[in-house]
């Protein structure tokens, strides 16, 4: 799939091929085949030969995408060719489900019901495998239910906490 990205104003193309975790992407003329995970929503794993990026994404006003990798953050704003027009995979309208990327115990709800939230914050904390997993809004909101407590025990994709 071919992109126009526009990054801190500055615009490339970018063509993405995309088999599994696995993506090869020629951006402007540069070459980059990457692997990349999910733990969940909005974070990515990047994996560039012997480098390993964690990127955080979520949506900004109307088209614009924030991308913090590292201590940098950008806009961006993707622009799919085929329709000419700003997309973003990530658009969060509507009510939002907080899963829970794998098995796993809670260790801390951050938020509670009726407070605001504002996209890419932490709600809960839930430890799986001897690590910490922030569950994170993908949108700026009001919890409108928390269904879990701290010390509950949750499955893969269990429903956590619901934003509006």
Known sequence: MKYEVE?????VTAVIEKRGEEISAD????????KIVSPERGVYTIF??????????????????RVKIGGNL???IVINRKHRR????????????LTAPMPGKV?????????NVAAGQGVLVVEAMKMQNEIRSPKSG?????????????????VLAMVD
């Open 27 to 34: 951006i402007d003329g540069r070459r980059y085949e990457l």
């Open 86 to 97: 700003p997309t973003t995979e990530h658009r969060t309208e509507g009510r939002q489900n």
């Open 74 to 76: 950008f806009s961006t």
């Open 7 to 11: 990054i801190e104003g500055l615009q």
């Open 107 to 115: 260790v801390r709800v951050l938020l509670s019901v009726g407070e």
């Open 48 to 65: 560039d030969s012997d480098r390993v990026y964690e990127a955080r994404v979520w949506p900004g006003d109307q088209n614009l995408l």
């Open 142 to 158: 009001r919890v409108i239910e928390v269904r879990v407590s701290e010390g509950d025990n949750v499955n893969a994709n269990q």
